[in-house]
């Protein structure tokens, strides 16, 4: 593919947009194929997505950790995702969180 159609066809779904008519609509008097707009279209808003963007997991349970003490400290990197843990930390609460972490990669 090329610059020049990837812009084309960037212009058409731009007019289409702002026309407010229908795809078939647009195509017709655009000269164009409808199935092939509705492509590009949908081409166009993945290419412009943002990549690897962090997502947010909520975890429902809220942990917390006693007064900082010298009880020790766990620390977990998973997937560029950092973990410090200190103090105690109740072992089913730790597990939810390890979890959520885990199912958002």
């Known amino acids: 593919m090329t610059a020049s159609t990837h812009e084309r066809w960037e212009a058409h779904v731009a007019a289409w947009v702002r026309s407010g008519v229908t795809s078939k609509e647009y195509a017709v008097k655009a000269g164009v ?5 509705m492509w590009w279209k949908s081409r166009l808003k993945t290419a ?19 007064e900082p003490s010298t009880d020790g400290v766990i620390e977990l990197d998973i997937g560029g995702t950092r973990i410090l843990v200190r103090g105690r930390v109740d072992s089913e609460a730790l ?11």
């Open 33 to 37: 194929n409808p199935r092939t707009l």
């Open 48 to 66: 412009s997505a943002p990549r690897d963007v962090a997502r947010f997991v909520e975890v429902t349970d809220q942990v917390v950790a006693p």
């Open 95 to 105: 597990a939810r969180v390890l979890a959520a972490v885990e199912g958002r990669r």
